[in-house]
């Protein structure tokens, strides 16, 4: 016992040296956030994750045009850049955001137009400019965009143009709503049917446990994409977009709380022994009370930790199933849906900016969550070292 308390004092100790705080007038939640801000890494990766969310929330204001509106004439145009400032005829310089203008030749022996930056031509910009109508929020209407061409005929493609001519940065923006709330949603369905039936296996054990187990088993065997095809293939052509959304979201949803059920089941083995589980029983507490009140908070800061990993996991399948013409489709936007114009050989080569952005994105937005729930592991054990 002696020993015991002297580990417990020792720990107490170092906690002290680590947060310099006295441990001791602190809860867990306070803990765990001190050794969370500690990580640099996961607190970038949390601003990043911030700003997708925000860029999202408000796609139609930073977007500077519709993302279906095509211009076939300026198909695979190059990105242009913004500028601040343009010299007068007396070769002193003023401020004037603009772009440069693309200069169009004839290439004779593949038969396309090729677009190149002309340096002696502006193309004025504005803060704030009218643009294409839209409902911010999905409510309120309005037409203000944060920035866009002084002239709305003039180009203006931040990050290129895609083959019939969209613009690939309102494209990129308005697919990071879809992108990143799918795998809200997605992860949403599987903690809920994860905990759920991870919580009910755990604690009553027996027949259920067993009957839980099996269909874990039997989804987890199922190779996963010939799975999303078959689920997607039974999908009516006839549904709207936003029906299929959330068709796909349930889809991928299906096999994500599986993991999720057989780490709760084994906490829920191991506390349902201890201790404040027994006296929650023996004091007349429900089993639904029991379970949802003493047991389920228990593990919350795990859970937390677990979501931030699972979320990812999620944008990725989204992306997997768009990419392969089995998720969402046009005129749906969305990052996978976006990759689907790089499947070829020469539109990599001619337009590799359809490639890169999206998949930029992506890259950016599962590194962000990973080292967020790296971070948020490590924080949910503020003791360890």
């Known amino acids: 016992m002696s020993e015991q308390i002297q580990n417990q004092e020792g720990e107490v100790s170092a906690l002290v040296s680590t947060y310099g705080h006295d441990v001791e007038t602190l809860g867990h939640w306070r803990l765990m956030w001190m050794k969370f801000l500690r990580q640099k890494l996961a607190v970038a990766s949390g601003i990043v994750i911030i700003l997708l969310y925000m860029v999202a929330l408000f796609a139609d204001f930073l977007a500077p045009f519709d993302p279906q509106k095509a211009v076939p004439k300026l198909t695979y145009a190059p990105p242009q850049s913004i500028h601040f400032f343009v010299e007068d005829e007396n070769g002193e310089s003023h401020f004037q955001l603009h772009v440069n203008a693309y200069k169009v030749t004839i290439d004779k022996a593949a038969l396309r137009r090729v677009f190149t930056i002309d340096e002696d031509k502006i193309i004025p910009l504005k803060l704030f400019v009218e643009g294409a109508d839209y409902k911010l929020f999905g409510f309120i209407p309005s037409n203000i965009h944060l920035i866009g061409p002084a002239n709305p005929n003039d180009p203006f493609f931040l990050l290129g143009a895609d083959r019939i001519g969209r613009d690939g940065f309102s494209r990129v923006l308005h697919g990071t709503r879809v992108s990143m709330s799918i795998g809200l949603i997605g992860v949403a369905v599987a903690l809920f049917l994860g905990m759920l039936l991870g919580g009910l296996s755990g604690y009553y054990g027996g027949v259920t446990d067993m009957v839980i187990q099996r269909a874990i088993e039997v989804l987890s065997s199922i190779p996963t994409i010939p799975l999303w095809m078959g689920l997607a293939?039974?999908?009516?052509?006839?549904?709207?977009?936003?029906?299929?959304?959330?068709?796909?979201?349930?889809?991928?949803?299906?096999?994500?709380?599986?993991?999720?059920?057989?780490?709760?089941?084994?906490?829920?083995?191991?506390?349902?022994?201890?201790?404040?589980?027994?006296?929650?029983?023996?004091?007349?507490?429900?089993?639904?009370?029991?379970?949802?009140?003493?047991?389920?908070?228990?593990?919350?800061?795990?859970?937390?930790?677990?979501?931030?990993?699972?979320?990812?996991?999620?944008?990725?399948?989204?992306?997997?199933?768009?990419?392969?013409?089995?998720?969402?489709?046009?005129?749906?936007?969305?990052?996978?849906?976006?990759?689907?114009?790089?499947?070829?050989?020469?539109?990599?080569?001619?337009?590799?900016?359809?490639?890169?952005?999206?998949?930029?994105?992506i890259v950016l937005a599962v590194l962000a969550f990973n080292f967020l729930g790296d971070g948020l592991r490590d924080a949910a054990d503020p003791y360890s070292h």
């Open 233 to 361: 293939a039974a999908i009516p052509l006839t549904w709207s977009p936003l029906h299929v959304y959330f068709i796909i979201t349930l889809i991928v949803s299906l096999l994500g709380w599986t993991s999720l059920a057989r780490e709760v089941r084994g906490r829920f083995m191991a506390l349902k022994t201890d201790a404040f589980v027994t006296s929650a029983i023996l004091d007349g507490s429900s089993e639904l009370r029991v379970i949802f009140r003493h047991m389920m908070p228990s593990l919350t800061s795990h859970i937390i930790a677990t979501l931030t990993l699972a979320i990812p996991a999620m944008i990725i399948a989204e992306t997997s199933l768009s990419f392969l013409g089995i998720g969402l489709k046009p005129p749906v936007v969305s990052w996978g849906v976006l990759l689907q114009d790089s499947q070829n050989v020469r539109a990599v080569a001619q337009a590799p900016w359809l490639l890169a952005w999206p998949g930029g994105a």
